[in-house]
Each structure stands twice: as C-alpha cells, then as structure tokens.
C-alpha cells in the first residue's frame, strides 16, 4: 500500500451543491467531508513506501557550550541512514528566523534554552531513530543562566547573543533586549496632578502555548532535479521558503513547498519547526523523509506565548474620567527573536486599551533570556496588556465607587479617537457598545447544579471529583474589553496574491481560486468560494491546494486572512470578470445595446444588467475561452512608530470584543468553575458567520485556559521546562467550558473589503481579565497574576 | 518482531514485522493505510487517535499493537458502515453530517477521535443531556471551536437519530 503525497494530499476542494454560498452565508466547508471521515491528510499523514523517519536530538540543559559531539555509536546503529550535526550544514547560511536570523539550524557552540536542536537523525523506523539520537554523545560546559530581567541586563551578564548586527541592536540600551518600543504623548506627569484617584498594579502573565493538536510534521522528498519537495503543516509557505532555501543551499524555485492538512496553529506554526532538518535528511539520503514530533517534542519545538510582567498607574478625576496612564511592559522573548520585535510594538500601541487617553508615557520591551523562545500566539501583545489593564479598570471603578462597567464606557473611545501612536481610529470603534451588549444577555441562572436527586456535580467547580456539593461555593461576575491590530503592521508589506481562472467545465462556468493562503482550521477555503461566488455569479467553484506555484498569501495570523487573501481573492474575481464581460461584448455587443452601456454583473451563470435583464449565458461567454489572473492585492500602508516617540499611523485596522463571565469559586479549594463566558464583538461583516461563531468562541475558550489552567512551568533555578505534556500542560476539556452566547456587530469598516474587520483575535483577548474578574467578584482577592491557580485562592500562596 | 492480524472496520487485517512496542495507533496509521485516528499526544490525553475496540472506546496509542490481537477494531474511517448496520443511512454516519452541519469541525484533528466517542455515547444513550454529552467527550481534546459547535453537533445527531426511529 502506498499512499503518494502527490495523489492522496492536499487534497483537491470542490464545493457547490451543498450551498448557493455567496458571502454572508453560513456555507458549510468544503473540507467538512473530507475531516469527518478521516481522509483528510495532514501533514503527519504523508507516507511514501521509500520513506526515512527523522528523529532531533534536543540539548538537555539551557545554556552551556557544546565541549564535543560524538556520532559515532549512533551512526553505527543498524537501520540508521545518516547523523548530522552543524559541522554537515551544505552551506555558510546556518541560522534562520522570522525577522532576525539568530537561531541556529543545528546548535553551534553553545545552546541557549532547553531543547535546542543539536543533531538530527534519519533511520527506518521512527523507534531506531529515537534510540540512535539517544546514543549521540554531546558533552555540555554549563553557563550562567539569564531567566529574567535582572539577570538580562546586569552589569556583568553574560550575552545570550553576542555580536549582534539586527536592525534593533542600535537602539536597544542592553543587547540583552530584542526591542524596545516607547511611546509618549501629552505629559502624563502634568496630567497625573489633575487626578483624583490614582491606582497602580503589578501584574504576572504565564507562558501559555499554543497547543494545536496537529503534531509539527512533514514529509520532505528529494527530486530528480536536485531540489525537494516538501508537504507540510505552516502558517506561511513563502515565509518558511525564504528561509529553508539559503539553508540548503537551493534556489528558491528548487524547493518545492506544498501545504497539508494542518491541525491548528494559532500562531505556533509561523516559525520554522522541523522543515530545513527533514529537507537535509531528504537530500543527505537521496530518500523521503517524514518527521512527526510527539507532544512532548512538540512543546519544544515551537515558540510559546511571551510571558510579562507589567507595571501600570492610571489616574482619573471625581467623575470618572481617566486623566493619564503610565506602564511598562516587560515580555520574556526567551533565547531567539522568533516574533518578539512586532510584539513589542503591539503591547506598547495598545497597552491603553479601548479607551481614551490623552496623556501617556509607555515602555515596552522583549528580553533575550535562555528561558524557551516565544513569539507569535493569538492576540500577541495585546493579550498580556489587556490582562493587565482590564484590573486597572476595575481598580479605578472600585476607588471612585462607580460600576465597573459603567466606568469603562465612560471612558471607551470611539470613531475617530487618537491612539496613544497618534494614529486616529478611522472606523467604527463600538466600545460602549459591545459592553452594553455584553451586559444586557440573560444572566445564567443560580444554583444551576440543584436537580430532584441532589447536586449534579458535573455543574459544580471540581466537577466529577465530587469535591462539593454546593458548599463554600460563591459566584462572580466580571467585564472587560480589548481592541487588537489586524494584519502586519509598522510598515510592513502586508500583501497577498490569488490567482483565479474561469471556464466552462463539463458544461457548466466554474471558478478556480488558487492561493498560497494556509487553511489551519480558520475556514478561509469556505470563504474564497463564498467570494468567488459572489463576484463571478458561478455556483462551481474549485479551490486549489495550496502551494509555492503561486505567489505569496502572506501568513495567517493577525487577523487577516480574510481581509488580506479574502482581498485578493475579490480583486482577482474583479478583474476575470472584466475580462469575461470583455469576450462578452466582443462575442454578443452587437446584439444588445445594454453591453456597451449599462453596469454588468455576473449572477446564476449569467451576464445580467442592473435591472436584471439577462444578456448572456456564462457558457456561451466562456465557449472556447478561459480566463486567468494572478494578481498581488494590498491594503492601506502602515508606517512605523518612531523609535522615541512611538507615534506613527501603525496599523491597518482595529478590532474590538467585550466579555462578560460568570464564575462559580468552591473558595475552599480554589476551584473554579466558569459558568458562562458571553461576548459581543463588532465584525465589520460576517462572510460566514458561522464561521465567525466559531472563531470567537473558541479564541475566548484559550482566554478561558489562560485565566485558569494553561502555563507552562519553568524552573528558575535550570530554565528547564516542567511540564511538557498534556498531563501537565492543561487545556480546556468541554468539561471545563461553559456555554458561550455571542452578539456580533456589523458595523462597516469602509477601508475593508465588503467592510470586514479581522475576527480570529479579539476574543482571546478579553476573555481571560474577564475570567479574573469575575473570580476576583467572587473572592475578593486581587489576583494580579494569570493562570490563578488553587493556591492563590485559598490563601497557601 | 511480530505478526499482528485484526479486524478493522469489519476487514480481517494482518501487519507483519511488527515491533514490539508499536502501538495500535501506530500499525493503523502507518502499516496499515488507515491514518483517520490521529495522533496529537500519544500519551492518552487528548482523545484524538479514539477507536473502539471489541465496542469499547479506547485511546488507540495506549493500545500495544499485540493486545489488538485477533479483536475487533472500528476506526473513523468505518463509521460510515457502522453505522449503515444500525440505519441504513447514506454515505455519513449521522454523527459525521451533524458535526458538518453544526460547524463542529475546524482544523479537524480532533474530530475523528470526537466522532468515535460521540458516536458511542449516542448508541449507549439516544436522548443525552447536556452534562452526559460533555462527560462522555471530556476526554477529547479540541483547541479551535470552544466546543459550543460540538454540542451543537451532537444535539443535532442525536435530534435526528429520535426523528428517524
């Protein structure tokens, strides 16, 4: 049995007669079937009958030097194709990275955080893979350890990275820090002596990971020509391209790149995991090699979340009127850059929140630690600030006597509010709104869990633990609000191509949208043939896998597929149909004067005119011809901030959530129990809304872990990581998760395509304060770190 | 090494050079062409690689691909039939039409392991309440939907199953 890459995945999407599906319909997706009865193949399904496995060999200890490496006994293994270390690197280019090239293909030297790669394996079967990389012998000279910003930036402390040539080692004031980013605006001193109330806070914030159950995984097959073709799981093929082919040594048009299915990725997937060591082993073999990380592996081999600490004072008047906000943001960036410079520039734009500000004064910046490097997960940035100024709010509130969530619409910003960057809010920004909204929902009913036959304790905070029946228990409810960045920002080129083809096929007009846009689960692959649709007026509409053999999708993340993509995916649509109208009017012109003078649009397979008359078939249009386009599509420049000041016109657009939870604590054991986790959050426009339900509640469900279960543990003492397992590492299970009533908002953003705002970040960002909040309602403890865990509950911490 | 021979999906099997520590998930993702269950913990955590074994729900990476021996395996990609035998209904499982229909299915690699226990619970217990719905899933992991879709999912397969009868 022999499942190709090339026949069995990615597989081939044909969506039509299940739904009429233009945009603003809840199309169902067109890999639905595909997913439900297991033949969808994911990047840890690829099999070829010739295929190696590829095994890593990660460093035990955190920072040390590499004294030698012995391969000897490993190589001797039978069953083992090759070793490699960095000494076998085909080229001088070894090291790569999303913006900063700093991390090492394979360890050279020295090892800066637990886990780092140091040599890689290829056998034929995954176990003698895993037991040759055991018999690697490296003898480590253990370093002193940076793991916080006192170590970092001491007098003496040695350089997690030393010669530093980036673009951000000019500015930093320690080269133990990627970035940094201040901004200040008005005088928030001045502005300080006119408040009646100040409060301030110091706030913790975990390292969450990602967790996407799709195992990082690939296969990689040498081909005829010298180059290789690889399948696999990414957020970016063209951004894993740039920097896999200097590695190898290859022109970029010899390394092939082909996305399979993959199983989430929440940012995880946007840096390199195991691409450029399979593609070595496939080229060092002459023979495919698979790779498939196990979890535990897994929490190794992708950036986590940026752990912070964050320092804020905010100050308002009598009457509730916040008067300045001064913070500083401390992000833990671990031992490489991965994406720590872009989230830095999110936590200092919008560590202000949703609010209006006129005078601040913030800092914000990332740390080169040996601790695990961090980066890219949902929200990054604005996460850790909305944690943080969601309790100011409520501080404020509880000083000046006034409901929190009064206080915060008192105070929310709107169309046209300047950031703290300067940058006005130039579409609608319904803060006051969504809180309303949020606020006005049905409150779930008390003491749910009481039935005729006693307590149902699947209700109750322990659960099937049987850990209470109702004693000790008290509810809380708490209230927040976050407003995120959508797309890439600080005057990056955010761009993205589709290519779209019309043609009568077996009779029939349909449409192919190719892009190199990942599909990780979002559901862009609906709505390209919801686009495509409505643009062209065909039912057919086919979407190609996603490869390199199409220009750049740009990644998914931010937010901003469905703009970006969705963008261009309508501007090519726009443009085939121009041209189909064109063969059109050369075809049948003469026939009707409506050609020549009145607006045409594409609908059921036809030309049709304004008022509805029917020109043409698409078939007769189309006869003999097909129309193709291929074109790069880009919103609004950004530009960056100025490094002193932080103002600049940074973003594309900002998107807005509010959560109310509610929360039942067993206050004898610190148990929690959310009850109901509602949000409203503004879309712009919903392209498929049952797609967005899907993104908001399950982007406010890693909220909810975040508040409660989700961190991962490392020791000070080591910077190794504890807990590197799902039994250790807790996510939300649907016990845990409560029901999630959403209100969404369509109010227009006019500088979108169809008035879309990014949705897939929002909600991850105001459910976790929510979730303190209501724990903190419950309590009354002040809880200024996340995950609240049982310890700081019961008052033994 | 060993020879394994099981039925799955109502097929006899047989997987040969069959090393010892290779779990069930192992030979039917990798020896035997049936990579449906997946593979997102092998630690019995997540819920993922769910297949029925002899009928009953077990983490299929926890299984010694030995203890498979001469028993009967019913994986994702046998659903369909499994469930032909109880309705003969179309090409789906109902199970599998409502998690489409209800929108329960994002990136999807937890939904084969999600349909293997929802569809057992179902069969166990045709009217579920909501609490006995998030029992029998509590232990399969899914990171993207929140699970609101998937208890819409069940709901519905579970509303049409009375319908039908």
Known sequence: MTRMPSDKAPTTITQGSRAEGGIGESTLRPDGTLKVTGEFAYSSDMWHEDMLWGQILRSTVAHAEIVSIDTGEALATPGVHAVMTYDDLPTEVRHYGLEIRDTPVLAHGKVRHHGEPVAIVAADHPETARRAAAKIRVEYRELPLITDEASATAPDAVLVHENRHDHHAGHVPHPNIVHRQPIVRGDAAAAARRADVIVTGDYTFGMQDQAFLGPESGLAVPEEDGGVHLYIATQWLHSDLRQMAPVLGLPEDKVRMTLSGVGGAFGGREDLSMQIHACLLALRTGRPVKIVYNRFESFFGHVHRHPATLHYEHGATRDGKLTHMKCRIVLDGGAYASASPAVVGNAASLSAGPYVIDDVDIEALALYTNNPPCGAMRGFGAVQACFAYEAQMDKLARELGLDPVEFRQLNAMEQGTLMPTGQPVDSPAPVAELLRRVKAMPMPPERQWESSEGADVRQLPGGLSNTTHGEDVVRGVGYAVGIKNVGFSEGFDDYSTARVRMEVVGGEPVATVHTAMAEVGQGGVTVHAQIARTELGVAQVTIRPADTQVGSAGSTSASRQTYVTGGAVKNACELVRERVLEIGRRKFGSYHPAWATAELRLEGGKVVTDGGEVLADLVDVLEGEAVEVEQEWRHRPTEPFDLRTGQGNGHVQYSFAAHRAVVEVDTALGLVKVIELACAQDVGKALNPLSVLGQIQGGTVQGLGMAVMEEIVVDPATAKVNNPSFTDYLIPTILDTPTIPVDVLELADDHAPYGLRGVGEAPTLSSTPAVLAAIRDATGLELNRTPVRPEHLTGTV | ?165
């Open chain 2, 1 to 165: 090494m060993m020879r394994v021979n099981v039925t799955v999906n109502g097929r006899p099997q047989q997987a040969d050079d069959v090393w010892e520590g290779e779990s069930l998930l192992y030979v039917l993702r990798e020896r035997l062409g049936l990579p449906g269950s997946k593979n997102a913990c092998e630690q019995g955590e997540c819920g993922s690689c769910t297949v029925r074994l002899d009928g009953v729900p077990v983490c299929s990476c926890l299984v010694a691909a030995g203890q498979a021996e001469g028993r009967e395996v019913v994986t994702v990609e046998g659903l369909a039939q499994l469930a032909g035998r109880r309705t003969e209904d179309g090409e789906l499982a109902p199970v599998q039409q409502a998690f489409i229909d209800a929108g329960a299915v994002q990136c999807g690699f937890c939904t084969p392991g999600l349909l293997v226990a929802a569809d057992e619970m179902l069969e166990r217990n045709p009217n579920p309440s909501d609490e006995d719905i998030r029992e029998a899933l509590s232990g399969n992991l899914c990171r993207c939907t929140g699970y609101e879709k998937i208890m819409d999912a069940v709901r519905l397969a579970a509303a049409r199953q009375q319908e039908a009868v």
